[in-house]
């Protein structure tokens, strides 16, 4: 017998003949779901990837604004940008770490008592705590400006009765511009943890109520466990965010309190070294990448994904 290549060889499995109708379908959701991945895919290649492929090669390019850029692979921008600005650095990570911390402290008790005791009026009371972010940040940022001045506001009264010295100032000190940072970032913080406590069963606190637990155990073995998925959200929003503001520096820092964002700003826009400045940015990307990538391994991100099924 002739062995053809229509022929089965013996004991080879033949794969079953799909339907016309059936391949046709499979077909048409193949295409569809190409076509709901093209739209995000597009938007992320031309506002994500795109805009950093063309900071890694203006980082490695040689020139000037007025006879271009040309690419030559110069490694030392990098070397210089953390030799040269080393302190802007440290204080920017510095910076956004305390704002992160405070505005954790100060967030999570709040979205606790909106979610656990708001009853109706959850709507209301974080569109009172959202209701000021509606303005300009830099409006807010130069209000508090007004108000921490040494004869502002708050300052003068305190010094008035004695309970401050007279040369007591807040401005152009590293706390401003914590303070300044933790204000604006409050509502990355709070808005995801109040999202994860609102998902919590209730059924849990009070089945640890039943079983003797005191209300802080209760918090501490239950809601806070069920409610890592919103703190790991809102300290990843609000630290990446912080550690880039230069906006509160500028206004409420002064001397010593310089941070990466303004000198990026400044290559970019005063001394126009775009390779200079590019390559300031990607390693303050790279800086917080890594350290997220720890932040998550150390939180355990597969805990957090089972986590979010209550």
């Not at 204000?183 to 109520?209: C, G, H, N, T, W």
Request: charged share 10%; no cysteine.
């Amino acid at each position: 017998m002739t062995i053809t290549a229509e022929t089965p060889i013996s004991g080879e499995v033949q794969p079953p003949k799909l339907h016309p109708a059936v391949r046709r379908r499979r077909i048409k959701q193949r295409f569809t779901i190409v076509g709901l991945l093209v739209p995000g895919g597009a938007w992320l290649a031309l506002f994500f990837i795109a805009p950093i492929a063309t900071l890694v090669i203006l980082s490695l390019s040689t020139g000037n604004v007025g006879l271009g850029w040309h690419l030559t692979y110069t490694w030392s921008n990098f070397s210089q940008s953390i030799t040269s600005y080393g302190p802007e650095f440290l204080h920017s990570f510095e910076f956004g770490t305390a704002a992160t911390i405070v505005a954790l402290l100060v967030s999570y008790p709040a979205a606790y008592w909106i979610a656990f005791y708001g009853g109706q009026r959850k709507t209301s009371y974080l569109l009172v705590i959202l209701l000021p972010f509606y303005v300009s940040q830099l409006i807010r940022t130069i209000s508090w400006q007004f108000i921490l001045a040494d004869q502002g506001i708050f300052l003068t009264p305190l010094k008035a009765i004695h309970l401050l010295p007279q040369n007591f100032h807040i401005l152009a000190t590293p706390w401003a511009v914590i303070g300044g940072l933790t204000y604006a970032q409050v509502p990355y913080m709070l808005l995801p943890i109040f999202a994860a406590l609102e998902r919590i069963d209730r059924s849990y606190v009070e089945a640890a109520k039943d079983l003797y637990a005191s209300k802080w155990e209760a918090v501490r073995r239950v809601v806070l466990p069920l409610s890592t998925p919103g703190i790991f959200a809102g300290v990843l929003l609000v630290f990446i965010s912080a550690v880039g503001d230069y906006v509160n520096e500028v206004i409420l820092g002064g001397t010593g309190t310089g941070v990466i964002g303004n000198v990026i700003n400044s290559q970019f826009f005063v001394n126009m070294n775009y390779p200079f400045a590019a390559a300031l940015s990607l390693v303050l990307m790279v800086a917080l990448l890594i350290l997220v990538i720890i932040y998550s391994r150390a939180l355990g991100t597969e805990d957090l994904m089972g986590g979010g099924t209550y």
